[in-house]
């Protein structure tokens, strides 16, 4: 995985792989205040670990989010069409989508139009 992001980072453009604590110092450094920083998680209770702890976070997107972990099927609900959640990633995605300072929301490709995650996640 880190192969092809690296493959796929624009000339002029600096990759980080970083634990999630690593991501959060890296975030919080005045010396990238000016910055604009791009992360990219494994699963939503990631995002959320950065979100809370981020005060600078504009926005999460949670597009594919859940269709790829090996937790049981049965397990998941689908919070949108490309969005299937554990109880764990369900409860995070919650904390995430409280956070009124960030805007949470699903958009698989640019193209789509933007689904508020805290508007679908209220039938859960």
């Given at each position: ?7 796929a980072?624009?000339?002029?453009t600096?990759?980080l792989i970083r634990?999630?604590k690593d991501?959060i110092?890296?975030?919080n450094d ?8 791009f992360?990219?998680?494994?699963c939503v209770s990631?995002a959320?670990k950065?979100?809370q ?5 504009e926005?999460v997107?949670v597009a594919n ?14 919070v ?6 554990n ?5 995070a995605?919650k904390?995430?989508a409280?956070l009124?300072?960030?805007?949470t929301?699903n958009?698989?490709?640019?193209s789509?139009?933007?689904k ?7 039938k859960f």
């Amino acid at each position: 995985m880190q192969m092809t992001l690296k493959m796929a980072v624009p000339d002029g453009t600096k990759l980080l792989i970083r634990s999630v604590k690593d991501a959060i110092r890296i975030f919080n450094d005045p010396r990238g205040k000016d910055k604009r920083i791009f992360g990219i998680c494994n699963c939503v209770s990631d995002a959320n670990k950065i979100a809370q702890n981020v005060q600078d976070i504009e926005a999460v997107n949670v597009a594919n989010a859940g269709r790829f972990d090996k937790s049981d099927p049965k397990s998941k609900v689908k919070v949108f069409h490309s969005v299937q959640l554990n109880p764990d990633e369900l409860k995070a995605a919650k904390e995430l989508a409280a956070l009124k300072r960030v805007d949470t929301y699903n958009q698989v490709l640019p193209s789509n139009e933007r689904k508020d995650l805290a508007e679908a996640l209220e039938k859960f």
